[in-house]
């Protein structure tokens, strides 16, 4: 998988400087991080653009966001991935959301989930934190916790100590490459189901 933002040519991207939808990988920047469970949100978000071929991602907004159509005559998308860290990543994702004027409800979160078995994906609009520090601060930078997640499943460890948990979700995967090539694929997969199941509901309300 070529690294977020490396990649040259991709299809052209938002000129008019908005986008549908936005959105954003969590994880945190830097080779001490990569490969982490922590950092599966980042690890989608690139893979979306590349399946997408989206343009070389820019630095704006304090993160590193690429835009583009998903498809030709698809919708458009930005995708960002905060570079202010984890708890902090609201900062970044609450101007992007402003300068590209997107719905609150078409903004969508790709994050790791403790709670949920290795290898499963959820998705949900708002809800709790459940103290994920990433989602609390985008709810602080966003105004709201009424944006859509995508939850990956990394499973959590024998105990709730939170220097042990803390341990578990910033190690790296255990489950084996493929594995987690599949979680990340997968993922991926239902984020774009996600884009195109609330394309077409938006469509469907343009038409009544």
């Known amino acids: 998988m070529a690294p977020f933002g490396r990649r040259s040519g991709g299809r052209s991207g938002s000129s008019s400087g908005s986008a549908d939808f936005l959105i954003v990988g969590l994880g945190n920047p830097g080779n001490r991080y990569a490969g982490t469970r922590h950092n599966i949100g980042f690890d989608v978000a690139d893979a979306l653009s590349c399946t997408w071929e989206l343009p070389r991602a820019r ?20 995708i960002l991935l905060p570079q ?34 290795f290898g499963e994906i959820r998705t949900k609009l708002g809800g709790g934190v459940a103290g994920h520090n990433g989602l609390k601060s985008l709810d602080r930078g966003l105004g709201s916790r009424d944006f859509w997640r995508v939850r990956v ?15 578990w979700v910033l190690g790296r ?20 189901r996600l884009v195109d199941r609330l394309s077409e509901e938006g469509e469907d309300d343009s038409d009544e």
């Open 59 to 78: 630095k704006r907004f304090g993160g590193l966001i690429a835009e583009g159509r998903i498809r030709p005559g698809g919708p458009r998308v930005a």
């Open 84 to 117: 202010t860290y984890m708890n902090e990543s609201g900062n970044s994702a609450g101007p992007a959301r402003g300068s590209l004027g997107v719905e609150l409800d078409r903004v969508i979160a790709i994050h790791d989930e403790i709670d949920i078995p």
């Open 153 to 167: 499943g990394v499973d959590r460890p024998d105990s709730t100590d939170p220097e042990i948990v803390s341990a």
């Open 173 to 192: 995967f255990n489950e084996g490459q493929d594995a987690v090539r599949g979680l990340i694929e997968d993922a991926a997969r239902e984020t774009e």
